[in-house]
């Protein structure tokens, strides 16, 4: 039974989705993730399309990443998911990041509401399915850090960048992968070049829209740490992101 | 041994695959399209791993996609893909995009020139394994237009953009995909609520970099029709793309 709760999900490094150092990007990576958290849901019955015909969405709050490396062009990889927590009003999801030989590079942690999509308001997750998504719930430790508060002072954009038709999504949001594309984008190459990604983080606080200006404020913590917040047209946050990088 | 020469590869519209109309993108489609090719090349012994041990690769040349449909957020679809003719230095490579049920959507070509990664020079496709790649021409019928001369008369560019991070891929170029998601990104989003793509093809001319100055010169031939061209820096031709909308 703990293995069942356990969703396991196989993936190749495909050409356009690894960077100029041949590694997986962490754009690519997060969308490998969310749609595991898909999978996962769907195949015990509380996925998206289940929810919709009964008018809920899941909507992803936060997502943290931690590696020791990551996959290579072409090379075969896997992601392990599983439900860690269901409260009132959000369930936390992680995952396990395995490399081809099976040996773990990596773990995510990952915040979800439910929303009614004609109110918009939060759905109780505990008297969903008369509570059956805690039947799920499973004791496979995650030893990262959970998603923190990120702050950010800076008052100046590093980036502004106006929402175009690649960025939205059936809802008509700038979709949770762009988002960290974006971000991904505020940094030169020589980061990449001289570091990698240790640890990535992002907050889905609003949702944006075609058209909308999306200013990125980036502020250094130290030569290794930023902390970055995107701001929309009047000043509305929409999201916040951090990147630890390693050398 | 005709069926052996046709791979047929499967695939779901995955939910950040999707544009706001639920429908794949076009760059997505590319992609599927372009990884397809690499694993039939692959399967038969005439992929990219195979080739860069012998400091020989793959370059795509043009692409022309013609649709009647694209497949919906979720829905399974699949994709074949064969070698129409080689010749010296080029060789065409077909696909047909085939729908949840297996009915034919749409096709697509392709023109591909193999190069040494040393002298960068063209490489002899007869030659090379012996002329092996012959073995694998098919007949198959793709009843849609061979790529077109695309030229554009247009002296004031519709966009400019920096080559960012997530635009180059591990030669150090901005990767094929990115080209086509900023064209599409030329276009307002009610362009793609009230038509959609018929026919899409691009041209790759020259290589970008990071940091390089793209300029996008669009061209309106007809309300359906549009005509792009991508320079670099100086003024440089980098590719080249042909839209035609259809209501």
Chains 1, 2 share one sequence.
């Not at 889905?204 to 930023?226: C, M, P, R, T, W």
Request: include cysteine; charge should be negative.
């Amino acid at each position: 039974m703990e293995q069942n709760r356990v969703g396991h999900y196989k993936f190749v490094a495909e050409p356009f989705h690894v960077d100029f150092t041949g590694r997986l990007t962490m754009g690519v990576l997060g969308n490998h993730l969310l749609n595991c958290a898909g999978f996962h849901a769907t195949e015990r019955g509380f996925g998206m399309a289940s929810l919709n015909e009964a008018n809920y969405t899941w909507v992803l709050s936060r997502l943290a990443v931690e590696l020791e490396d990551m996959p290579r062009q072409y090379e075969d990889f896997s992601i392990q998911t599983w439900v860690e927590n269901v409260y009132r009003l959000f369930t936390d999801r992680n995952f396990a990041i395995l490399d081809k030989k099976g040996n773990t590079i990596g773990y995510a942690r990952s915040v979800w509401a439910m929303i009614n999509m004609n109110t918009r308001k939060p759905a109780d997750l505990l008297s969903l399915h008369g509570g059956g998504i805690t039947d799920y719930i499973c004791q496979k430790e995650c030893p990262i850090d959970k998603p923190s508060r990120i702050k950010v002072d800076d008052c100046e954009p590093d980036a502004v960048y106006n929402a175009k038709y690649s960025d939205i999504d059936i809802n008509g949001h700038v979709n949770s992968i762009k988002y960290i594309e974006h971000v991904l984008d505020l940094f030169p190459i020589n980061m990449y070049k001289e570091k990698r990604i240790k640890r990535f983080e992002v907050a889905y606080v609003a949702e944006s829209y075609y058209g909308d200006i999306l200013s990125f404020y980036k502020q250094e913590i130290n030569e290794n740490e930023f902390h970055i917040e995107v701001k929309k047209n009047s000043g509305e946050v929409v999201c916040r992101s951090k990147m630890i990088f390693i050398n």
